[in-house]
């Protein structure tokens, strides 16, 4: 269970970071509603995070 919520931790960040990088560029660059589409990516982002944060905080990590 450890492992897998440091795995979840881990998608989470980089949905967090490619989303926001992403959504960011094209924004900037007048693509409106594609840019949504890729920022839509922030908010799974955190729910991979935040499961993988209480996974790892509920289970002992394996020795």
Do not use: E, N, Y
Not at 2 to 21: D, N, Q, R
Not at 23 to 50: E, I, R
Request: aromatic fraction near 14%; proline fraction near 5%.
């Amino acid at each position: 269970m450890h492992k897998s919520g440091v795995v979840a931790v881990w998608i989470g960040l980089i949905l967090i970071v490619f989303g926001l990088v992403t959504g960011f560029t094209l924004l900037f660059l007048d693509h409106d509603d594609l840019s949504m589409v890729f920022m839509t990516a922030v908010p799974f982002g955190f729910l991979f995070l935040f499961g993988g944060l209480v996974a790892t905080q509920l289970s002992p990590p394996r020795r």
